[in-house]
């Protein structure tokens, strides 16, 4: 029989979840960075801008996917940068 047709390639994407959030002024929410279609990722580097009259920033938590230290994975790097616009 010939050769299954391959699937076509999907590129990693990085993405905030939610995708949208509707909160009320003085509410805290949180947003998660993820990624989907990833193998053997080895660092990853994103910005996130925002406007610091309308939103701050109270806290930044690693989360499960890539820890900074791991005994059973090669280092990994995640670079990050939050960005007040207007400042």
Do not use: C, H, N
Request: aromatic share 8%; no cysteine; glycine share 4%.
């Amino acid at each position: 029989p010939p050769p299954a047709a391959a699937l076509p390639a999907t590129e990693p994407m990085l993405y905030l979840e939610p995708a949208t959030i509707s909160a009320k002024p003085e509410e805290a929410f949180s947003l998660k960075v993820a990624v989907k279609e990833a193998r053997d990722l080895q660092e990853v580097f994103f910005a996130v801008a925002y406007d610091p009259k309308i939103l701050s920033v109270t806290s930044i938590s690693e989360g499960p996917f890539m820890p900074a230290k791991s005994k059973t994975q090669p280092p990994r790097r995640v670079g990050w940068v939050l960005s007040p616009t207007g400042a």
